[in-house]
């Protein structure tokens, strides 16, 4: 099991992100380049927050596709 720096075990390092896409409309869809931030870090558990600037759209659908 991957272990954090002090070895306590996490999960978080055992997935990782396969891709991420965005869409205005839900019927075209490209390539998205989330900024990750990790604001809570408790050792065995974190929790990601992924930005996507929407620019100058009114919506905008994001789809993260996340593996072990």
Do not use: C, H, Y
């Not at 965005?22 to 929790?47: H, K, T, V």
């Amino acid at each position: 099991m991957p272990t954090k720096d002090a070895g306590v075990p996490t999960m978080a390092q055992e997935l990782g992100l396969l891709r991420s896409a965005q869409s205005p409309d839900f019927a075209i869809w490209s390539l998205a380049s989330p900024i990750n931030q990790i604001p809570e870090d408790d050792g065995f558990m974190q929790r990601i927050k992924a930005q996507v600037p929407i620019g100058s759209a009114d919506r905008l659908f994001l789809r993260l596709r996340v593996s072990r």
